[in-house]
């Protein structure tokens, strides 16, 4: 399966700042990208679907202006928290698909963000 | 829409013993269906998957599932559970309308092994 790199693994910042949250793909060319959110305890709840070289598409609830997604590339995905705050802080987690995705999704290794 | 129930948020289970995880969807079509595994601290990594075909689908580790349509389930199956199993079980329903697989996870199941 493919490999999918996240960078940072941990990141801890002021509220009010913003962060950024890399996914790659290392070893083929990621089309489409997805970014998901895990609290604790919890499932994942996609946050949005990221496709490169257009707009992601935000799922309901997912403030767009929040969560800045761009795909400029076939390898590489950025999620950026914009003004994080406390309530922001869980594990993101990224994943792209081979093809219509039909053989599963090869996620990253996740991202804890933890807004003070 | 598509719903994923899994009914066990955990279980413990000895070293060795049989360990069955259960999974309910609702899906108005055939579903595309999925066990992901996590570590702690991890992603996601696929043990197995449905689409159609035999019912009784192998994945990795040892891992099998079940689907019935009649039960709307899709269970997972392991018949000796080893320490390194200990993990976190999420199953999944893919939504393949769209041209691309939309996934609907369960709330996971996370499993102890005991020695």
């Known amino acids: 399966g493919a490999v999918v790199s996240q960078h940072p693994s941990r990141v801890i910042c002021k509220s009010g700042t913003s962060v950024k949250i890399e996914c790659r793909s290392l070893?083929?060319?990621?089309?489409?990208m997805f970014w998901y959110r895990q609290f604790p305890k919890q499932s994942l709840m996609l946050m949005a679907t990221?496709?490169?070289?257009?707009?992601?598409?935000?799922e309901q609830g997912v403030e767009k202006d929040k969560f800045l997604i761009n795909h400029a590339s076939l390898t590489l995905s950025t999620l950026t928290v914009t003004s994080a705050h406390p309530e922001d802080s869980s594990f993101y987690i990224c994943?792209?698909?081979?093809?219509?995705?039909?053989?599963?999704?090869?996620f990253g290794p996740g991202t804890r963000l933890t807004v003070l | 829409a598509q719903s994923v129930t899994q009914p066990d948020i955990h279980i413990t289970v000895s070293e060795g013993a049989s360990l069955e995880l259960r999974c309910n969807y609702s899906?108005?079509?055939?579903?595309?269906l999925f066990w992901y595994v996590q570590s702690p601290g991890q992603g996601l990594q696929l043990l197995l998957k449905?689409?159609?075909?035999?019912?009784l689908v192998q994945g990795i580790k040892g891992f099998e599932a079940e689907f019935k349509r009649s039960q709307s389930s899709f269970n997972l199956r392991k018949p000796s559970v080893h320490w390194s199993d200990a993990a976190e079980y999420f199953c999944?329903?893919?939504?393949?309308?769209?041209?691309?697989?939309?996934?609907?996870f369960g709330t996971g199941t996370k499993l102890q092994v005991i020695p």
């Open positions: 899906y108005g079509a055939t579903p595309y």
């Open positions: 449905y689409f159609s075909g035999d019912t």
């Open positions: 999944a329903v893919g939504d393949g309308s769209g041209g691309y697989q939309k996934v609907t």
């Open positions: 070893d083929f060319q990621a089309t489409t």
């Open positions: 994943s792209t698909i081979s093809g219509s995705g039909f053989n599963g999704q090869f």
């Open positions: 990221s496709n490169e070289g257009s707009k992601a598409t935000y």
